[in-house]
DNA sequence: TTGTATGCGTTATCAG
DNA sequence: CTGATAACGCATACAA
């Protein structure tokens, strides 16, 4: 058994509420010094460290936040194509490290209601969300009465997330300036909301230039991939020039399909990601791709339920800012 | 505030204790079924959850490990790099949910050496290591009394590895049955402890072969990438035909250094990895590697903390053992 | 400055 | 089968 309060108080020969004062307490405290010393030595020698979990429940303050994550992200083969949430996590973790905030990651069956029982299990005082959850699952959250935000795609009362429309318009004004016109756009389906939200951007922004497209004829369902061959395979003159595909990982089987139809990127097709993530680096060439900013976003989703927790109800906060990296995935249209 | 038993007790006019009984114990003990309903309703009406603290507290238990982990891990540019770290958090997420444990990242700056304060203070009664921590960093968690193993590479009283000799000695041998006599190995420098392993084993398998060859001849450290090029650009007869790389993200680099140098991978030069994360199967052509087992090495690792927390001193832990998933980056030496 | 008493929500050990 | 009482380790008044 590791060593309390009490035990260094008895070894220092002082009440046990002296020891809890000196030790709790900043060190520029007012103190007798021969005391303070005694206590401290004692603590040291006998390797005194607080038992967190009794400072919990007499403080009632908890300070810890729970990560809910799809379980499935824990699976070898299956947490290869969600990548997105291992770097959601890291982006969480770190904000919380600034802040000396604990984390809890908790997987869960996305397919499964949450209930009550699932959280109470669980030594936190907020949560984040990062996937879309059931509206039973939120309804079960909200009954909880733990401060809760949705990370990214994820819906419910409070979300923090990025400018979607904004990226992904932002990657089709660069496309648009580098002359390209015939432009498609690779999407998951079915989709998040950050998927809604880039697929508006996109049809929005084409729309702005005059490009006017019709989503049946731009927008290419990831499980259409025999669709996008088919475009890529066209004569130079009506084959897509550009694709702005939903996430990173879809830009990589972009540029695959692209290459097995024979096509170069970017001289022959550019491509464009979205996310920023590990992988946009990797890919050769390397992705020109929309930042998503998850450190940000981990950020404001602490700051966010950090007022939760004191008990003020901010307004839904402001999107995060999306930027557009360059990389060699892109180039002019072909003539 | 939340509804405690108390609450639930009064609620149904029986003692704390028996609600508390009712409340904690199997559907199937015995107890008035009138009581049992009056509790169990009550509960349900004020929507009774129990405190995990208290019961933390109360019950000794936690049942919570903490994870040290690079800081950096959680910055978007550095932790690019780190892909590794986040796949082994994801895989010890899983399988702490696998078993309900909790478990709590802890991103500490690895320069530093770690203190019992570090183990924010009593929150987990076991610990995971996953990287290379000073032997005063280890002093200082032995110290903390708690059980402590190291993931992968990390050092420590114990550990849980992969069997990366054999693993490095299999992707040779494939090689060689390719008909690759060539073949260099690619790594970084300084290393860990799995990367001396699996130099080991690359040089134990290229005697086995009799293609004995000097270390200094054979290994190219990751900070000497002209080198690499220098060689890529020997003529056919003298150029090396495998490389082996030290993991998945150093292929990679290999695979890019090789393109520039007008080496086609496999035709030119194969090209084998070690991890199997993530970026093996998003890399053009697919990455044929070595499989680092995390998830396997993450069951076991929890079964060793158990068995470590139970108080018994179980022995060192077998070698994890590796395979290699072959897929596109080799071919038969060319001729 | 230091000691005493009480409470946090639960479990566990006893009596009745 | 139920109810009272004492821990668990600490914090927070309050009193000395």
Redesign the pocket.
Known sequence: ?AA???DVAKAAS?????A?????SSPNF???PE??KKVLEAAQALG?R??AI??A????QINAIGVFLPLQMGDHEKGRSLLYFKEVLAAVAGAAARRNLRIMPILVDQSRTLTGQDLSDQWVDRLIVTFPASPETFAALEAANLPCVGFGSASGRHTVEADNRGGAAAAIDYLVSLGHQRILHYSHDPGSTANHQRREGFLAAMDRHGLTVSAKQAIIPDNRRDELRRRFGLPPGERPTAVFAYADAYAVQVMDIAHDAGLRVPQDISVIGFDDGAVAVLTRPKLTTVVNPLETMADACLDLLAALHRGEEPPAGPLIPTTLTIRDSTAPAPP
Chains 1, 2 share one sequence.
């Open positions: 058994m309390t309060i009490r002082v009440s046990k509420s002296t809890a004062y000196i030790l709790s007012q103190t007798l005391t303070r005194y607080r038992n009794a400072v429940l007499s403080s009632g």
